[in-house]
């Protein structure tokens, strides 16, 4: 009971007194401006302390000097505001105002923040407790690292913020920063932008720097995913801040100095940027090849670093230029006015004298009136537009049709920033420049870049000319596309550098990997035989189809070379010549045996077998020709069968010559029959048994397993070896047995009768051609062993002329010989006589 009077106490005591109040001075904005709904700013645009006092009091602090840039986005807010205020179409009846705030330092931001959040006034009573005078939006900051920590917490007041330069991928993260837009792309799509952009160039051995803040990391690790996935590899990668300990600094330019890529990769603000080239050009630390995020690139302090040239080449992506209508006037009107200490006409200035019209900007160069760059300046103005066109949504609502609940509209007296989000979060409009606004479910913006390149870097000036854009809205492979403008690169030149830790690799070689290195460290080694690579940078090679081989260079495969042996090259030639002239010859001379066949000498020889044998010799050079040319099924078949049956046909016919004289001695000798037993009909008979033994055998051959042609791939591997498979090799060696058996026959009785009384004793010749045969035939086994591809056919072709040729010479040539010049020797008596023996 006593606690429930205590309570009453204690809220009768607090009866009256004030609902809301802020406890502490709240800090007043730079620039102000009353209107029906204030939008908030936040800028960095003072730097340097002046007047601040070391008490243990909270003191507000001022800065000294100005950041041109950051002011020019403040003002290009004002210049939205008031041009929005001035056009019917937009809100009509109601205005806009700013609560525009310098902030430098984490504190200060957020400070500001939280004051745009609360509201000005200091008591709000509870009729009056409304939060009318909160921020509708708060557009701001320029870097990512603070606005990350503000966006953070008026997230949870669900107040939106906009912001024209924070590009930290971190910031797309809606749970975390449910109420966070951006006119400007995400560094998502910046940092595989540049992936693309060193992957164009083939740059892919480069270093990576950043600084240590969000921007920095994420921007950094993006970008390092993105090139690795583009097969680039980061030979290191440092990060310091320009206010950490000198050490850092120090590692960084190690790293620098002894790297061996070209590139580096910078994705940092333009204070690191100035720090390190200024470092690395006192080392004399040159020929680098720089690729910069937005936030440095254009950035006009570069010309105040001391390493400056360092820059002249540099790459890098940043936002689109644009130019806003009327802004360059209010620019040099205000920048005039402060300059000169004189009110122009139009203004609201009453403090300063009249402009007297005479005065001049020659003596004068000012970042600030320049606004040929109006990049991120232009975010600055479609974030203010963004604003506007969500309010004039959430004022032209038609109550029944909004887009809470049961179709109700916001209370334009009272409007909660959770209803501005929601409008925020539908923007789609195109401002009088044609550019699209929108935005996608994390709050970022369409990524639109230009590649820019500085050509031209001094100590006044930056000259920085556009040559390609990046479009994140087109299909991958027209994301990325070079005007062809010409490029100045690193140090002036105007050769693209080579960053590579290994040369590329050319078409029939492949890559190997080093071991414990990159995989842009490798080595270049041949492919192996019968494998090619045709394209550069192959990681490995591909084997030819069995019908191809590769080519010298071993980046193609090409069909084998055909190899047989040929009538259009010249041992084919020569060859084919000496058939035919062994087959003239032996006409010829069948022709003049049988002019002369009724001659002594030509009838004492058993003119029937002589001219079977001349027959059977003109077969066999004839056939020699199936060794020569392109394979076929017939030829396979008909080279070693025919050649087989016609020599046998000769030797047979030999051998009936051998068995006649051998006969005919016999028969000399008293009381001697022996001619009746070996007749011509006899004769006949041996011959053809002889040789129906050889028909019989090829026969079989034929039947059983005949030769066919065969690609033979085996004896060289960049040919094709076209030859007749012997289908079986025991009716081959069949074939040439039966040969080399009756040869040796013929021999044997041959040498037996070498010494009969004859005075043209064909014994003696056939043994010399018998002795020419087996010469021939022992020194062709070896050789038709041995020899490769068309050169067995012309061996084995080489045999067959030579035996015949022998045949030919030492049986038939003595004859023609005594036939047409000695025919005084061409007579009964003389071979009946006793004369020298003529030998071959």
């Given amino acids: 009971m006593s606690r429930l009077k205590l309570v009453l106490l204690v809220l009768l005591f607090r009866r009256g007194t004030p609902v809301c109040q802020r406890q502490g001075e709240a800090q007043p904005p730079e620039l102000t401006k009353a209107g029906d709904f204030v939008t908030g700013g936040i800028f960095t645009f003072r730097t340097g302390y002046r007047g601040s006092v070391p008490t243990f009091q909270t003191k507000w602090v001022f800065f000294s000097s100005i950041n041109v840039r950051e002011f020019k986005f403040a003002q290009t807010m004002i210049f939205a505001i008031e041009e929005i205020n001035q056009n019917p179409a937009i809100l009509p009846n109601h205005t806009m105002g700013y609560n525009i705030y310098n902030s430098c330092g984490m504190t200060n931001i957020m400070r500001s923040a939280l004051v745009l959040a609360n509201g000005q006034r200091e008591i709000i009573d509870e009729r009056n407790c409304t939060k009318a005078d909160t921020a509708q939006a708060i557009l701001g900051h320029s870097g990512s ?16 913020v906009l912001s024209h330069f924070a590009t930290c991928a971190c910031l797309s993260n809606r749970e975390e920063f449910p109420s966070f837009f951006r006119t400007i792309p995400s560094d998502l799509h910046q940092g595989r932008a540049l992936a693309k952009l060193v992957k164009h160039f083939s740059w892919t051995w480069v270093g990576a720097i950043s600084n240590k803040n969000e921007y920095g990391i994420n ?38 100095k002894h790297s061996t890529s070209k590139v580096i990769v910078a994705f940092m603000s333009h204070r690191e940027v100035n720090v390190l080239v200024t470092e690395l050009f006192r080392q004399n630390i040159t020929g680098l090849q720089w690729v910069g995020s937005d936030a440095w690139i254009t950035d006009d302090s570069l010309t105040d670093s001391e390493g400056h040239s360092l820059l002249v080449g540099s790459l890098g992506f940043t936002v689109s230029k ?40 020659q003596t004068f160069e000012s970042y600030f009136t320049d606004v040929s760059e109006l990049r991120f300046t232009n975010n600055v103005y479609k974030s203010v537009h963004t604003v506007a066109h969500a309010l004039h949504s959430l004022v032209t609502c038609k109550e029944g049709r909004g887009p809470f609940y049961n179709g109700s509209c916001a209370d334009t007296g009272h409007i909660q920033p959770w209803q501005v989000l929601h409008y925020l979060q539908n923007i789609n409009f195109t401002t009088n420049q ?71 690799c050319p078409p029939g070689k492949h890559k190997v990997l080093q071991k414990r290195k990159h995989i842009c460290c490798y080595d270049c080694i041949p492919c192996a035989e019968g494998e090619i690579s045709n394209i550069p940078d192959s990681m490995e090679c591909f084997k030819c189809p069995i019908d191809y081989w590769p080519n010298t260079r071993g980046d193609v495969c090409i069909l084998k070379e055909i190899e047989y042996l040929s009538y259009a090259e010249i041992m084919g030639i020569m060859l084919t010549f000496l058939c035919l002239m062994g087959a003239i010859v032996t006409t010829v001379i069948a022709l003049v045996f049988f002019h002369f066949r009724e001659t002594p000498i030509v009838r004492a020889n058993n003119s029937e077998l002589s001219f079977l044998l001349l027959f059977s010799l003109t077969l066999c050079f004839l056939c020699s020709l199936t060794f020569i040319g392109r394979p076929t099924e017939w030829s396979c078949m008909l080279r070693h069968t025919a050649f087989g049956i016609t020599f046998v046909l000769c030797i047979s016919c030999v051998l009936g010559k051998t068995i006649v004289v051998l006969m005919a001695f016999r028969a000399t000798l008293p009381g001697s029959n022996m001619m009746k037993w070996f007749g011509p009909a006899q004769q006949r008979l041996s011959v053809l048994f002889f040789t129906l033994i050889q028909v019989l055998i090829c026969i079989l051959w034929l039947t059983i397993n005949p030769p066919f042609p065969f690609k033979n791939m085996n004896h060289y591997k960049e040919k094709i070896i076209l030859e007749c498979a012997l289908g079986s090799s025991v009716w081959f060696w069949a074939v040439f047995g039966y040969i080399g058996l009756l040869a040796v026959l013929c021999f044997v009785l041959a040498f037996l009768a070498r010494k009969l009384p004859d005075n043209f004793n ?78 071959c």
């Fill in 145 to 160: 690292a603070p606005t990350v920590g503000f966006a953070r917490i008026m997230g949870r007041f669900q107040i939106p």
């Fill in 219 to 256: 921007g950094i690790t993006t970008f390092i995913q993105a090139a690795q996935e583009e097969g680039v590899c980061i030979e290191y990668y440092q990060a310091f801040e320009q206010t950490g300990p000198l050490h850092e600094l120090a590692k960084v330019v190690e790293s620098v």
């Fill in 322 to 361: 644009a130019k806003i209508p009327g802004l360059e006037d209010q620019f040099v009107r205000d920048f005039w006015e402060d300059v000169f200490d004189c009110a122009l006409n139009n203004t609201a200035n009453t403090q300063r004298k009249p402009c007297s019209g005479f005065e001049s900007l």
């Fill in 434 to 504: 044609g550019e699209r606004v929108t935005f996608d479910q994390n709050g970022d913006s369409p990524a639109r870049y230009e590649l820019v390149n500085l050509q031209h870097v001094t100590s006044r000036t930056l000259h920085v000319a556009t040559v390609g854009v990046f479009d994140s809205t087109l299909p991958s492979e027209r994301q990325f596309i070079m005007n062809g403008m010409n490029i100045v690169w690193g140090g002036g030149s105007h050769t693209v550098p080579v960053s590579v830790c290994s040369e590329s």
């Fill in 762 to 839: 064909e014994a003696k010749f056939i043994t010399f051609s018998m002795l020419i045969f087996w010469s021939v035939w022992i020194a062709f086994i070896p050789a038709y062993v041995s020899s490769p591809g068309k050169f067995t056919v012309a061996v084995e072709i080489f045999a067959i002329i030579a035996s015949s040729y022998g045949l030919l010479s030492c049986i038939f040539i003595p004859k023609c010989y005594v036939i047409l010049l000695r025919p005084e020797q061409n007579t009964k008596r003389h071979i009946m006589g006793k004369t020298k023996d003529i030998q």
